[in-house]
């Protein structure tokens, strides 16, 4: 009996290409339209995040946020110009002539952890606002930052 035999070579050659188009498709969208696939580092600063925030929320959760925040702004501000510093660090480390990996590893690890640093001041900012805010400035919080309420029991 003569069977037909099963080739992958030429449906894998065709998954490659497939593949390799999507994606060069993909990246050069991305270039033409504007929206380089990269990541923006640092972050926007502390002061842009809150005032986004606060525009979604009722004037009075509004208002609580922003002096909650307010009270913290000196450990937000070192934290932020830590965290800004150990990116710099690291860019000079990335373009240092001979690559130290070495060195990379420990500016990238001390990035790390100055972004860790600033995050937990916002975390615990904001464990202490939620609380205190309406029901309806969680409702707008939820809304505008994570999708519909109704989304999130």
Not at 52 to 81: G, K, M, Y
């Amino acid at each position: 009996m003569s069977g037909r035999r099963f080739c992958s070579g030429p449906l894998l050659l065709a998954l490659s290409l497939g593949l390799n188009l999507f994606l060069a498709g993909w990246l050069i969208s991305g270039a033409l339209l504007g929206h380089p696939q990269t990541i923006t580092l640092p972050e926007p600063p502390p002061e842009v995040i809150i005032a986004d925030v606060a525009r979604a929320l009722p004037p009075a959760d509004a208002d609580l946020l922003r002096r909650n925040f307010a009270s913290r702004q000196p450990a937000i501000d070192q934290a932020r110009q830590t965290y800004v510093a150990a990116l710099d660090h690291l860019a000079r480390v990335i373009t240092a002539r001979p690559f130290d990996a070495a060195a990379f590893h420990q500016a990238a690890d001390a990035m790390h952890a100055a972004h860790q640093s600033e995050r937990t001041l916002f975390r615990a900012t904001f464990s202490q606002t939620i609380p205190q805010m309406s029901d309806a400035g969680r409702a707008a919080f939820v809304s505008n930052h994570f999708g519909h309420p109704d989304d999130h029991p």
